[in-house]
Nanobody, 115 residues
Framework: QVQLVESGGGLVQAGGSLRLSCAAS????????MRWYRQAPGKQREWVAA???????HYADSMKGRFTISRDNAKNTVYLQIDSLKPEDTAVYYC?????????WGQGTQVTVSS
């Protein structure tokens, strides 16, 4: 069983920063691509960022340089740094991976940005 647990969300004022964490089980971060998605209330889930097992980062065009994905293999954790937060960033942020057998999702962590 693959387990993904997000943390680091919270309430922050516009212009602030957050670093979200996704702790994975069984060396998942080392051997698999990791992805972040987000889902705002009443909206469909959208892809935010991805990082390959080789460390190559990819971002959705709409993120406009404010998002940074990284990983720490020793901690089996992937991070999403969000800078210059805007109220439009308010959403539940989900960690995701695909092992070749199935997609796995964490429970999500809530990010709320006040204006």
């Amino acid at each position: 069983q693959v387990q993904l647990v997000e943390s680091g969300g919270g309430l922050v004022q516009a212009g602030g920063s957050l670093r979200l964490s996704c702790a994975a089980s069984r060396n998942i971060v080392t051997f698999n691509d990791m992805r972040w998605y987000r889902q705002a209330p009443g909206k469909q889930r959208e892809w935010v960022a991805a990082i390959t097992s080789g460390g190559s980062a990819h971002y959705a065009d709409s993120m406009k340089g404010r998002f940074t994905i990284s990983r720490d293999n020793a901690k089996n954790t992937v991070y999403l740094q969000i800078d210059s937060l805007k109220p439009e960033d308010t959403a539940v942020y989900y960690c995701n991976t695909y092992t070749g057998y199935d997609n796995y999702w964490g429970q999500g962590t809530q990010v709320t940005v006040s204006s």
